[in-house]
């Protein structure tokens, strides 16, 4: 049999759609994990970027740090986890918390860096301004501030979700679970179907998130900087800006 | 909890493993670098295929590193260096073309034109004019490519025992549940990118004597990573 049609077999077996390994099981798996992660890492990430891009102060240590988790590699901080989580909880601890608090790390800086650098660079004017309106503090951050920067705050999160749902297929070579456990099982069976089954799942899945939130960062420009903010946002819009 | 005296006796294999991590990341840097940068001024001569390039490269970049590994192993085989090579030179092309073409844009149109008065042939201004003005981006981006590869060549050890650079001794703590040899394999892992990082910066400024080091380069880093 071709690999081709291998993969078709595989993808096409009604044994493979169903029960505990199955895939709309393990996609499930992989989204939900995915979610929690991305959820979590912007409620750390979101509110510390914002306050720093508001104030400007404390910019270069949460940068830095940010950088520092980036320089990280995926697997390296997954193994150094997991006999901490494993030691606390025999089932979890194995297969959810290590790739997860790898997920959360890794979607931090992205969020971080975009939601600093996207605050602080609005227009100090426009904030001299809202202020002279008479706006208090968080009026200016939540109706003058996010507003404009909300393109690259957007930008951000997809950053953070698209490494996030990369990492979950990751955790697979550690016991975790999700799309990656067809590629390790297919691997080590020798399995040609499931290895092609498997990458064809995490390659719909990865570019699926990157289109959704492409799609979600389109919508979100604010409607009165639509037309002129389009080419300033497309500029921005890669993840981390040249102060990163 | 650190075995200590373990650490100590498998000393030559970190020494080993860390050749090896280094050259396995050397080569997918380096081929990668040369597919680029020819890709980079073809997108330069000819704008229209940029944005197909770019595109290619993107997706490639968004599908995991496991996945990409996974599914060469049937083409190219489960312990060939093949294997491993081919998706770390593919996820360093969108770092080099962007930087690359980056680069080159940097290049202001009044020293273009300079150049050409100045009878400059279209090779010559590249080599001589536009090439050097493109230093720090295209060496930042270099940085980002190799620190980025560092981490990937952890992945290939699912290929087998003989690959994997420091990134065996992930999979063999795994195997065997022994968090000493975690240390082993991690924290040389770590060291290794931030060391590999400052030596790429003092290379920049070797290169680029004309650019203060309070300034620092422009890093238009990319939107996603595959972990």
């Known amino acids: 049999m071709s690999l081709v049609e291998q993969t078709v077999t595989w993808l096409t077996d009604p044994a493979n759609w169903q029960g505990a390994a199955g895939i709309p099981t393990r996609i499930g798996e992989h989204v939900v994990l995915a979610a929690i992660a991305l959820a979590l890492a912007v409620a750390v990430a979101l509110p510390i970027g914002l306050l720093v891009g508001h104030t400007r102060r404390g910019a270069a240590l949460a940068v830095n740090l940010a950088n520092l988790g980036r320089a990280l590699p995926t697997l390296a901080l997954i193994t150094i986890v997991l006999p901490v989580t494993a030691a606390f909880d025999k089932e979890l601890g194995f297969k959810v918390y290590p790739t ?145 | 909890m650190i075995d200590w005296a373990w650490i100590g006796d498998h000393l030559d294999e970190l020494a080993f493993r860390t050749i090896q991590h280094l050259y ?103 080599w001589r004019v536009e090439l050097p003005l493109a230093i720090p981006l295209v060496v930042a981006g270099i940085r980002l490519a190799t620190v980025s590869t560092i981490g990937l060549v952890t992945v290939t050890g699912i290929l087998g025992d003989g690959l994997g650079g420091l990134g065996f001794f992930l999979f063999e703590a795994y195997r065997h549940s022994f968090p000493t040899e975690t240390l082993l394999g991690a924290i040389p892992l770590m060291i290794l990118a931030v060391v590999v990082d400052v030596v790429l910066v003092r290379i920049q400024r070797r290169l680029t004597p004309w650019i203060q080091p309070t300034q620092p380069a422009d890093d238009p880093e990319i939107a996603t990573a595959a972990g």
């Not at chain 2, 670098?33 to 944005?51: E, K």
């Not at chain 2, 770019?54 to 312990?79: C, K, M």
């Open chain 1, 100 to 244: 997860m608090i790898a997920m959360i790390v890794l979607g931090i800086p992205p969020i971080l860096v975009n939601a600093y650098v996207g605050i602080a660079g609005v227009d100090p004017e426009l904030v001299e301004s809202a202020r002279g309106m008479g706006l208090r503090e968080a009026q200016v951050l939540g109706r003058v501030e996010v507003p404009i920067a909300l393109p690259v705050l957007a930008g951000g999160i997809r950053s953070a979700a698209s490494q996030i749902v990369a990492t979950t297929t990751l955790g697979a070579i550690f016991g975790g679970v999700g799309l990656g456990r067809y590629l390790v099982e297919g691997l080590a069976q020798n399995d040609n179907g499931k290895i092609f089954g498997g990458v064809v799942l995490v390659a719909a899945l990865c570019l699926a998130t990157e289109g959704l939130f492409a799609l979600i960062q389109a919508r979100l420009v604010s409607p009165g900087l639509a037309a002129p903010a389009r080419g300033w946002a497309n500029r921005t819009q890669p993840g981390r800006p040249a102060s990163a």
């Open chain 2, 24 to 126: 396995l990341a050397a080569i997918a840097v380096g081929v990668g670098f040369a597919i680029s940068f020819g890709l980079a001024i073809w997108s330069i001569r000819r704008r229209a295929v940029y944005p197909p390039l770019a595109a290619i490269a993107g997706v490639l970049y968004t599908i995991p590193s496991l996945a990409l590994f996974a599914a060469l192993v049937p083409v190219t085989g489960l312990r060939s260096i093949l294997t491993a090579e081919v998706p770390l030179v593919a996820y360093t092309i969108l770092i080099f073309l962007r930087n690359i073409v980056a680069g080159f844009d940097s290049v202001p149109t009044d020293v273009l034109e300079a150049a050409d008065g100045m009878g400059y042939t279209r090779g010559r201004r590249l």
